[in-house]
């Protein structure tokens, strides 16, 4: 009987950490500026928008895999420029972002490169100026109900009550009222 409780401890034990590692991971954070370009599509036609390069205040990325967060709101407002400002509805568009300017600066130039001297086909490229198209900063404190950490990245530790389960796994009865 005993090694099975034996398993079974390390099994909800295993599971507990798991828990805890996945809820720790799901947080995002605030940084005070980051660095994000716009890129726009279509299949109908071999058009493609850039934006310039820009600097935006209060950006949120994930925890887990140091992303942009919310990108889907940023590609959403750059959509709804093309849209409106460039009478081209339906368009893909992609925001690529980090919190280094010479990460961004990076991409920018390879995918520059690669719709500019594509040998495979050509492409009408535009480019979008900073004057006429500014990403605004996207707010993810209440986004999908995930945790939020504010500019630290340092954890949070849980706050202890003085109270320790008993020895043998098993959790005491409430208190009757």
């Known amino acids: 009987m005993k090694p099975i409780r034996h398993y079974a401890l390390g099994a909800a034990f295993t599971m507990l950490l798991v828990a805890a590692y996945t809820t720790v991971q799901a947080k995002n954070y605030v940084t005070p500026k980051a660095y994000m370009f716009g890129f726009s599509a279509s299949f109908n036609d071999s058009t493609v928008y850039f934006t310039d390069i820009q600097e935006v205040d209060s950006v949120w990325f994930t925890q887990k895999k140091d992303m942009l967060a919310g990108r889907g709101d940023y590609s959403g407002q750059l959509r709804s420029y093309c849209a409106d400002k460039l009478n081209q509805p339906r368009r893909t568009c992609v925001v690529i972002g980090d919190r280094k300017l010479k990460n961004v600066e990076k991409k920018f130039e390879k995918m520059k490169k690669m719709y500019l001297h594509s040998k495979k086909a050509t492409y009408d490229v535009h480019f979008i100026k900073e004057e006429d198209f500014k990403f605004k900063a996207v707010n993810m404190d209440d986004s999908q109900g995930e945790t939020v950490a504010k500019v630290e990245k340092k954890k949070d530790k849980p706050k202890k009550d ?13 208190p009757k009222r």
């Not at 003085?162 to 409430?174: A, F, I, Q, T």
């Open 162 to 174: 003085g109270k320790m389960p008993p020895r043998d796994g098993k959790m005491p009865p409430p």
